[in-house]
Every structure is written in C-alpha cells, then in structure tokens.
C-alpha cells in the first residue's frame, strides 16, 4: 500500500499583498500572468490546507483540479508544485487526451504519482465495459492503479446494484482502484441520501454551489453522507458562471467582494469551502490564471461573513430561474415525450455560463435524432409547473433547438 497523502496539515494564509497582487493578475480574465505575480505567488504559498475525505483514511487538498478541457504539461506541473495533488479526469475527457496527458506527465515524474490522489470515471454503464475502461484508464496514465473510480454522471441510486457493489469489491481486492463511488450532475440530493443507506460507497462528485447548497434536501444529503463516511468532492461550484452586471444586485455583489481583495468567483469557492463536510471542490482550471486565482483563493483565510452569504443567497433567489438545479426527477417524468430536459439544460449552460460551444454542441448531439426532431415542439406547461426554480423550460429548450440545430 502506498503512503497516506498528509493529514496533519491545516489552512495557512497568504500575505494580503500577495493574495491581491495574485487576484489583480487574475481578477479581469487575464489568459497572461505576469512573471512577478508567478513568482511571489510560489514563494508566498504554503501546504495547501487538506481535509479528510470521508473515512478512506486519506486527506486530500480543499481544492482538486479538474481535467477535462486543456491540459498542457507545464499546468499539471504547477498544480502539483502548488498543492494540487488531488486530480479528476474520465475515460472520455477529451476523447482520451485527458488521461494521456496525465500518463505522459507521470511517466516524465513517476515519483509524483504516489503523491497524486487520482481519480478517473467510466461512463459504460455494464460491468464489461467499467472493466475495459479501467484497464484502458491506467494504461493511459502509466499507473497499475486508481485512487478513486466512479461511475459516472449517475441520475438514480438504483443505477447501482448489488453487481456494482461485487464488480467494486473485487477491483479493490486486486489493488487496481482503492476506493469506488460515482458522480451524478441530477437529482443529486436523492441519489446522495441513496448513497448514504448503500453502505458500500466510498466517495461522491456533485454538483453543489451557492444556489444549491441551502436548501433543506441538500442540506439533509450531504449530512447524512458525512454521518455514513463517505467523501464529497463538489463540481459545477459557480453556478452558471461569472455574476454578471445587469442588475444593482449584480454590481453590488461583484463591487463588496472586490473590496475584500477576492473575485466572486473567489467568493464562490469560499461559500463552497464553508461547509466542512465538502472535503474538495474540482474546477476546470485550464490556464495558469485560473490555477493562480484559484490556489490563493484556498489559501487564503478570510472568510465570508454572513452579510456576504446572507447576499450571494439573496443573488441566487433573484436569479434562479436563470440556473438549471438538476430536478430532472420532477420535471421530466410529466413530459408526453422522454425529453432529457437536464442534458438540454446543461448545454445551454457550457455554451451561455462557459462560452464553450464545443462541448455544448457535444452535449446536445447525445440526445438520440428521433427525440431531438420533436422536442421544439412539445407543451412544457406541465414541467414549469413543477419546476422549483420557475424556469421557463419551454423558451430555452426551444432556443437550444436553434442553437445547437
């Protein structure tokens, strides 16, 4: 068995001038960081702050990097060097590029591998298949083994069964994957409290941010999780992007965090890492600026006070039906069709929130051409009625038709 990633370490802070400098540079959406700013940040940096993840024995940094858009070499390096050593990739990422990339990485730094908690996910959806993926995942990345394997993107509980349970058992016995678990981007807060009764998941990706996290289902989710030992890592942690400057809300609430020397993106992570039992949040960090704005973002220790929170939560409720909060278990089953209403609202999101047109189009192209041909078409009346966010799911749909089309 390998060695255990640090537990000890705790939360340290930046120098302010450091931290502001980091957040200048990074702060307008820079894709250039200046040297200086590169350079005071790797001597200014500390431990990056850990957390236990779950009751696998290991800790992991607050803060893991995601790695499924690009990924140059010099980027991973600098995650590491920074604390970043908790990497989430998937069979698919970029047609396989992901993976591969992080095997050339490890086969150029093999001694950074067991420093590495490496997670990777399978998308098969039969035992046959997670078992050729996983083979395919470690040849990839020149490793006889991962940390943590998830089924990916699941919507129900109950697409795990007792087949599941052996098929995880088993590649644990052989020391190919230590711990199992899965991600889900739908019905999150059931499948959460689904997974809390299995007794047999180790760990669990999310999607959870500031829009999600306060409400009562989440809330009784991710406790019951934290009472059954299992590890949370949250995803999509900005809740449709940048806040934006239409409204005096807006303003007010890009203008206060300003003043306190982080982004709202910065604050947005920090509302995330306030809840204690989210043991790492993963972003896309797919240039050095992100990366930068991001490490200072967890080292540093100001907190948001509860005005802060109290303000990002008033945004959230104002703009809610602005973000798609992954309910496909209520909207979906009063259709006259099978329209994955979520996957279409997800790639409205990649294209609007992310500017990422590609992987909207990717999305939207997976929804089967016989569905795709009649959705425009259908009454959402009965779906907006149940819809808790208000969202005007007939008008986006329609214009994702026209979009992606």
Same mark, same amino acid.
């Given at each position: 068995m390998n060695k255990k990633i640090k537990t000890s370490l705790k939360p340290t802070d930046m120098s302010r001038r450091s931290f502001l400098k980091v957040a200048g540079a990074t702060g307008l959406g820079s894709m =250039?960081?200046?040297?200086?700013?590169?350079?005071?940040?790797?001597?200014?940096?500390?431990?990056?702050?850990?957390?236990?993840? /779950?009751k696998t024995g290991f800790s992991v940094p607050i803060l893991s990097l995601g790695t499924s858009l690009h990924l140059p070499q010099i980027l991973l390096h600098n995650a590491f060097r920074w604390g970043v050593t908790h990497w989430d990739t998937a069979n698919s990422y970029m047609g396989g590029n992901s993976e591969a990339r992080i095997g050339q990485y490890f086969a150029k730094r093999p001694e950074h591998r067991k420093q590495i908690f490496l997670v990777t996910k399978s998308g098969a959806w039969t035992l046959r298949g997670m078992s050729d993926d996983l083979e395919?995942?470690?040849?990839?990345? !020149?490793? +006889?083994?991962?940390?943590?394997?998830? =089924?990916? /993107?699941?919507?129900?509980? #109950?697409?795990? #069964?007792? +087949?599941?349970?052996r098929w995880a058992e088993k590649h644990r016995a052989s020391g190919k994957i230590r711990f199992f678990g899965f991600s889900t981007h739908s019905n999150m807060a059931e499948c959460l409290l689904g997974a809390a009764e299995l007794g047999w998941i180790d760990g669990i990706m999310m999607t959870y941010n500031y829009r999600l996290m306060h409400t009562d289902r989440m809330k009784r989710a991710v406790d019951a999780c934290a009472r059954a030992g299992i590890g949370l890592t949250a995803m999509k942690t900005q809740g449709g992007g940048s806040v934006k400057t239409n409204s005096d809300r807006e303003l007010e609430l890009a203008g206060r965090f300003l003043t306190k020397?982080?982004? #709202?993106?910065?604050? !947005?992570? !920090?509302? =995330?890492?306030?809840n204690e039992h989210i043991a790492t949040i993963c972003s896309e960090m797919p240039n050095m600026s992100i990366l930068m704005e991001n490490v200072a973002a967890a080292h540093n220790r100001t907190r948001l006070s509860a005005a802060?929170?109290?303000?990002?939560?008033?945004?959230?409720?104002?703009?809610?039906?602005?973000? %798609? /909060? /992954? %309910?496909?278990?209520? %909207?979906e089953p009063v259709l006259a069709a099978p329209v994955p209403v979520g996957d279409i609202m997800r790639a409205l999101m990649y294209w609007r929130s992310y500017g990422d047109r590609v992987r909207a189009r990717r999305q939207f192209d997976r929804i089967p051409a016989d569905i795709r041909s009649q959705i425009a078409s259908i009454d959402y009346a009965p779906a907006e009625k149940r819809c808790p966010r208000q969202m005007q799911i007939g008008k986006l749909i329609r214009e994702a038709v026209l979009e992606f089309s």
């Open positions: =250039v960081t200046p040297l200086d700013a590169l350079t005071e940040l790797s001597a200014a940096i500390a431990p990056m702050p850990t957390r236990p993840f /779950g395919t995942s470690l040849e990839r990345m !020149k490793t +006889d083994y991962i940390d943590l394997f998830f =089924v990916h /993107g699941i919507n129900d509980i #109950d697409d795990l #069964d007792d +087949d599941t349970r020397g982080f982004t #709202d993106a910065q604050a !947005k992570l !920090k509302a =995330v890492w306030e802060d929170l109290n303000l990002l939560d008033r945004y959230a409720r104002e703009t809610r039906a602005d973000y %798609c /909060g /992954g %309910c496909r278990n209520l %909207c």
